[in-house]
């Protein structure tokens, strides 16, 4: 069998289509890359095994992820920061240093504002504008998927 060229995007393409489906699993194998889907209660888990995989310090913009949003007059205007990939939210670059960012600290376009681990790529999150952070909306380690709202900046 050829080697199986395969890029995130069409990673996130066959995710968008799984989730579109009644299918409850599905597999996908090649050599040393095997991909797995499996739906458990109307959420689609995702997990992938490619012995060559390294970690990244590959930056994820975030500026096609943030979303005008709607408030009434008691709550102040911001801009919601939604997940541009599947993977595992992470607040910090590892579990004994500090986050980059809290709830009320000034941001600045290009500061990193989390990680989210993806095919054991660690993939930072930077702004793509100026503000304050309002609000995290996902705890540390806890799975998101693509477009889920992850924290809003003022």
């Not at 996908?28 to 991909?35: H, P």
């Not at 913009?61 to 979303?67: D, E, P």
């Not at 911001?78 to 993977?87: C, E, R, Y």
């Amino acid at each position: 069998m050829a080697n199986l060229e395969i890029s995130v995007q069409d990673i996130e393409q066959l995710l968008d289509k799984f989730s579109a489906t009644n299918l409850t699993s599905m597999s996908l194998t090649d050599g040393s890359f095997e991909l797995k889907l499996k739906r458990e209660q109307e959420r689609v888990v995702f997990a992938a095994n490619e012995v060559t995989a390294q970690p990244s310090s590959a930056a994820v913009t975030a500026s096609s992820h943030y979303a005008e949003v709607e408030t009434n007059e008691s709550l102040a205007k911001g801009q919601v920061l939604k997940a541009p990939i599947v993977g595992t939210f992470y607040r910090s670059p590892a579990p004994d240093k500090d986050p980059f960012v809290e709830v009320g600290r000034t941001v600045n376009k290009g500061d990193v504002l989390y990680i989210i681990e993806s095919m054991k790529l660690m993939n930072e999150v930077t702004s793509d504008c100026n503000g304050m952070i309002a609000e995290i909306m996902v705890e540390d380690g806890q799975g998101v998927e693509f477009g889920e709202p992850i924290m809003r900046i003022e």
